[in-house]
DNA sequence: TAGTTAATGATAGTAATACTATTATTTTTG
DNA sequence: CAAAAATAATAGTATTACTATCATTAACTA
């Protein structure tokens, strides 16, 4: 329902994550594109710039011309997932006037099934959206993080919460916690996502639309308000 | 304040994360207690056994006879952790009649300031507090999970968001999602704390006690009912 | 107290990782 | 067609994550 709204968008990375612009070249996508699969299906701690040089018949010292390493391969890859809801986000809201229908069309974007986007044909979306929920926390949970931090590598998903708190905001003014509520909600449906796959015993949601009852009721009750199911 | 209750006691952790018990040998205590501080100092990617053989003036060898290896090491120690945690939560709601009160004092167990227990010398329960909220998440992330689990692994820190789950059905029958707020609020209250670090913009939340009342917020107001501050 | 066993230490070795550096070849483009 | 840019090939390094073997020390037992 998001596609082809407008054509030729591109979804703006950081420029620090990578030494060459993968989308300036062939190569450059291939990598982008089998990456994402090897990841997903072998796991970051698995996954090596030389396999992956192996998977697209090309040579591993190539793939440094693109990323220093797979530490800011993903961060390259998550900032662009983030960078793609995003951009869903502000088209799916923007329009709306009345400020608790818009909050909740944000978690429904939030929640909703990731399906492919053929805006880009090189990105598997699906797959990537398993990236995020599996490996995304490692990308900040690193000695790392203030410096990273500081070089403006997580400004997407920062600014994405705050999008999210100013819409927690805007329906209450009153609560006092808007930020911690949208960060809360932010992680909470990658972490209820996972616990689905892995720990259903920790977890009431068994599909994303149960997910998005369970993120609406917690957020609407925090605010005082009904839902508008 | 939990201190000297009952002495002698011992976290039970899973048998199947060491290869031989660290707290039955001098060496295996110290292995536990220098690995906690390595960790927290450098962390969890960083650190390797042939560091910790270093730092205590061991063999790296040695210390493969306590640990297959560092995942395992990390599973011991959050396990460990979280047995801790476990243990102070029942010692404290175990005789509150009052559900709603009962609650209220689960969450304060879950957000107070972890302090030095020294029933357990040679564990800085401190510096072990850091390592979860950096690190726990990584113990889970993998492709292993699946495996790991059925063998147990992650049982203790599961029992407690059953205990947490529990606790919130007694307050509030009717609400739906109990296991999924008891998820939410153990992740969420390691997150937060993270945030309050590293990324203080996405939270409102500057201590324990803005981190007690935002999630004691989000819990009574999810159930429908006011706190009793 | 000698003898056995258990625990720990020392040393060496392996395959893989995470790179860097250099040179060669191919492709692009002016 | 020549120069420049991109990619590939090859080699090399330090470190990691182990495993294996043998030596030494400590503990406990007959």
New binding site residues.
């Given amino acids: 329902m998001m596609k082809h709204i407008i054509k030729n968008v591109k979804i703006a990375v950081n420029e620090k994550t990578y030494v ?1 612009d993968p989308e300036s ?4 996508k291939r990598i982008v594109e089998h990456g994402i699969s090897l990841i997903s299906e072998m796991g970051f ?7 992956l ?1 192996t998977r697209i ?6 793939i ?3 990323f ?4 800011k391969f993903l961060i390259y890859l998550t900032s662009w997932y983030w960078g793609w809801k995003e951009y869903q986000l502000v088209l799916t809201t923007n329009s709306i006037q009345d400020e608790a229908v818009k909050l909740e069309k944000a978690l429904e974007v939030l929640t909703e099934p990731v399906e492919e986007d053929s805006s880009f044909s090189h990105i598997d979306e699906v797959a990537l959206y398993q990236i995020v929920i599996n490996e995304y926390s490692k990308s900040f949970l690193t000695k790392e993080v203030d410096r990273e931090n500081k070089e403006g590598y997580f400004e997407i998903y920062k600014r994405m919460v705050g999008r999210l708190g100013e819409m927690i905001r805007a329906v209450q003014p009153g609560y006092a916690y808007a930020g911690s509520l949208a960060s809360t909600v932010m992680e909470g449906s990658l972490y209820q996502h996972f616990l689905m796959d892995h720990f259903p015993s920790l977890t009431d949601c068994t599909d994303d639309r149960s997910l998005f009852d369970y993120l609406r009721h917690l957020v609407f009750s925090s605010l005082n308000l009904e839902t508008h199911g």
Same sequence: chains 1, 2.
């Fill in positions: 060459k070249s062939d190569l450059g701690e698995k996954f090596t710039f030389r396999k040089g018949g090309s040579n591993e010292s190539s440094y011309r693109y220093e390493n797979k530490h």
